[in-house]
């Protein structure tokens, strides 16, 4: 899932007015009036949702503030955390749920797996070149199965390279329950998906946790599924993808 940039404005008409004769009326000439051009779409968009108020809604803005605008020039690799850096205290961020292992603990930085797993599906759907992915360990119900990009700073990271002949423009649009990527570039590949359905399931079990990082769960099925993309050209397949994940069963947690 290449670079024109959309810009809107307003084109108004420009009024002539003609010499006026003492006496005689006067009279404007009018030109014409170009057409309006419609604003040109985003080569690729993709949003999640979450529930508004939680705390990694923080970390998930000032993730998104950091990203929104970012231009990756031709032939160039992105990396999530080089752009973004590190998620520290002194930069704002706050505890927040996080996968570890095969737990949810509070971790500062929790939640910006959102924002690295809607950028995913923005260049998914793009068609660019995906360098370097990895699921997370869990299935979380924000994300789409085995479509998602989980970060850790500094190890863990999400990278992909404008392959493409122009840059290509990062948009970040969050409100208080959802976010938005926008891609804006010049389209290289007509981008065609397919994903199998959950299979080779494994069940969860329960456990207990203890202290202030503990997040109780309600416990889901582990299981893999297969996500396939397929990239065309002129109507021509040019490469298949193949992204297979398995997810860890997510244990029912009760906090004590």
């Known amino acids: 899932m290449a670079a024109v940039l959309a810009t809107t404005g307003l084109l108004l008409g420009a009024y002539l007015e003609l010499p006026r004769e003492r006496g005689a009326s006067a009279e404007l000439a009018v030109p ?8 040109e779409p985003p080569m690729s968009s993709y949003t999640t949702r979450f529930a508004p108020g939680e705390p990694r809604v923080r970390n998930i803005e000032l993730a ?14 992105f990396s999530f955390n080089d752009v973004v850096g590190p998620r520290t205290r002194s930069r704002g961020y706050v505890p927040a749920p996080a996968i570890m292992g095969e737990r949810l603990v509070k971790d500062v930085g929790g939640g910006i797996c959102q924002v690295s797993t809607t950028l995913f599906n923005a260049v998914f759907r793009a068609g ?20 998602e990009a989980a970060v850790s700073y500094p190890k863990l990271d999400f990278t992909w390279r404008n392959d493409t002949d122009r840059p290509v423009r990062v948009q970040v649009v969050h409100t208080g329950s959802s976010l938005t990527v926008n891609l804006w570039g010049e389209r290289k590949y007509e981008v065609r998906s397919l994903a199998s359905g959950r299979y080779a399931f494994e069940p969860y079990g329960t456990g207990v946790g203890h202290g202030r990082r503990c ?30 994940t398995e997810y860890s069963p997510q244990p029912k947690v009760e906090c004590l």
Do not use: C, N, Q
Request: glycine share 8%.
């Open 128 to 147: 660019l070149d995906i360098r370097r992915s990895r699921a997370h360990t869990m299935w979380m119900p924000e994300y789409p199965e085995g479509r």
């Open 215 to 244: 997040v109780p769960t309600v416990g889901r099925e582990g299981f893999e599924i297969d996500v396939w993309r397929t990239l065309y050209a002129a109507g021509r397949e040019v490469r298949r993808e193949k992204f297979h």
């Open 64 to 77: 998104a503030r950091i990203l929104d605008g970012h231009v990756v020039a031709p032939g160039t690799t």
């Open 32 to 39: 014409d009036r170009p057409a309006e051009r419609p604003a």
